[in-house]
């Protein structure tokens, strides 16, 4: 009876070595979760102070003009870019610094004319970046952002999906830190953009800031001179004041003629502005309203 007893515990104790016996596909199972939960990058990680001026010098790398950009360290898959080098998505850590130096110089010929046609300005958390890279997946889309915190988030989100997707979506997304404002022109050439999105611009609701305001006249002018003849401007805001700014601004430039609603009939980046972006989706939790226009190039 001891005995058996004794069998029995010992049956027991061997049971319970079995269930702790690792299991090669649970582990694996569970190291790829792992894996997978360490390379998503969390937003609350990514937070930081809200404004910066825009006005301000550039304390951080930009290109002498668009010769001295590496459009292939963007998107290595459009230049048949290896896997390993996919996966090495250009962010502005310390251990990928924004340089653009002699490496990249005027004669560098590795284009090969792929370059991005859809600019989120101003991107944030790059939730629209996301969704036109997948709606599009034969575009090139760039968020531009001035704030280094994000770009690292939206840069490393982009590399965890590029791993992490198997049909290699998102290899036509990736994001830069720069001042718009003062250095979009150095990126791109003339009349190479198709799409400009301003969603939920940073209002700068002081007259005395008015001139910080992403969209002006001078700006404006940029922005005809970069994008192709029927390229679009999308603008979506909660801010009524700063609505009418940017469609007042925008219907006073001669390089601009503003888009009826037929016209946007089956345009589905209308769509996709609202809700895409975490503003827009903070906006709609507390039922606040959405002002948007859209503007063709003439
Ligand atoms: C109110 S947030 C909206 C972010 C995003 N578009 C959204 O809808 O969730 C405005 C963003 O524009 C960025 N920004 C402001 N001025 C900029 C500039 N000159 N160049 C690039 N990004 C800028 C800010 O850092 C901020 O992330």
């Known amino acids: 009876m001891e005995q058996e007893s004794i069998n029995k515990d010992n049956n ?16 694996e199972q569970s ?5 997978k939960q360490r390379l998503m990058p969390k937003r609350g990680e990514y937070r930081m102070r809200a404004h910066i001026n825009p006005l301000n010098d550039t304390p951080f ?24 080098e996919n996966q090495k998505v250009f962010c502005n850590t310390n251990e ?18 792929a370059q991005p046609v859809f600019l989120d300005i ?11 890279a997948k709606n599009f997946p034969e575009k090139l889309v760039l968020g531009l952002e001035i704030r280094d915190k994000l770009v690292n988030f939206v840069s490393e989100k982009i590399r965890a999906l590029r791993i992490e997707s198997p049909d290699h979506k ?22 190479t953009i198709e799409k400009m999105f301003f969603c939920f611009a940073d209002p700068h609701f002081k007259k005395s800031n008015h001139r910080r305001r ?38 006073k430039h001669r390089m601009f003629r503003k888009l009826s ?38």
């Not at 290109?63 to 390993?84: A, M, Q, R, S």
């Not at 997304?173 to 003339?190: D, E, L, S, V």
Request: one cysteine or more; charged letters at 25%.
């Open 261 to 298: 609603e037929e016209e946007l009939e089956g345009d589905i980046c209308v769509q996709l502005i609202q809700d895409s972006t975490e503003e827009g989706q903070k906006v709609t939790r507390n039922g606040g309203k959405k002002w948007t226009c859209v503007f063709e190039r003439i």
């Open 12 to 27: 027991n104790h061997i049971e319970e070595e079995d269930n702790q016996k690792p299991d090669h596909s649970e582990l």
């Open 170 to 191: 998102y290899n036509n997304a990736a994001c830069i830190r720069t001042n718009a404002m003062r250095h979009i022109i150095q990126y791109f050439r003339k009349g």
């Open 122 to 132: 101003g991107c944030g958390f790059g939730g629209l970046v996301f969704n036109l």
């Open 61 to 84: 790398p930009y290109p002498l003009n668009p010769d001295y950009v590496n459009w292939k360290i963007h998107y290595p898959k459009f230049f048949d870019g290896t896997d390993e």
């Open 96 to 113: 990928h610094p924004q340089t653009y130096d002699e490496e990249v110089n005027p004669l560098y010929n590795g284009l090969n004319g």
């Open 31 to 35: 190291s790829t979760i792992q894996k």
């Open 214 to 251: 992403i969209i002006n006249t001078g700006f404006l002018s940029e922005y005809a001179f970069l994008l192709k003849p029927k390229g679009r401007i999308y603008c979506i805001t909660d801010v009524e004041d700063l609505h009418n700014w940017q469609e007042e601004h925008l219907a």
